[in-house]
């Protein structure tokens, strides 16, 4: 009967073994499992980090492009405008100098006109006065 309990017993301790090696083993499995989840998870926020880094050096490189062109064009554009003000200027001169000759031309007109009436008033009036003496 001593054999039977002893036999009982160590049948019943190799089973409590056995329970507790795969209750470890189960607890090693969701360890490993976590462990293989928490590193997916960090290549994926790696992937992601990376991608983000890409994008944004391609979106710098494209705004730095956006830059030099943008001066570009302002500087053509500032060239192009200074070009037209001194044209512009040109043909402001130019009609300036036509007004004044312009001007210059009806003052003379104007006095050739006067010296004309002048002289036509001097006629008449000589004329009137020939005309009272002879009456």
């Given at each position: 009967m001593r054999q039977d309990l002893l036999t009982a017993y160590s049948v019943a301790k190799k089973r409590e073994l056995q329970v507790?090696?795969?209750?470890?083993?189960e607890q090693e499995e969701r360890r490993r499992r976590m462990l293989q989840e928490?590193?997916?998870?960090?290549?994926?926020?790696?992937?992601?980090?990376?991608?983000?880094?890409?994008?944004?050096?391609?979106a710098m490189g494209e705004i730095a492009a956006a830059v030099a062109s943008l001066q570009k064009t302002a500087e053509e554009v500032s060239s192009s405008l200074v070009a037209e003000a001194?044209?512009?200027?040109?043909v402001c001169?130019?009609?300036?100098n036509k007004a004044n000759a312009d001007l210059e031309e009806i003052k003379a007109?104007?006095?050739?006109?006067k010296v004309e009436m002048k002289?036509?008033?001097k006629d008449f009036l000589?004329?009137?006065?020939?005309?009272?003496?002879?009456l």
């Open positions: 507790a090696a795969a209750r470890v083993a928490i590193q997916q998870k960090s290549q994926i926020d790696v992937q992601y980090l990376e991608d983000a880094v890409k994008e944004k050096e391609r001194q044209a512009l200027l040109l001169e130019e009609n300036k007109k104007i006095k050739a006109e002289e036509s008033t000589s004329k009137a006065k020939q005309e009272a003496d002879d």
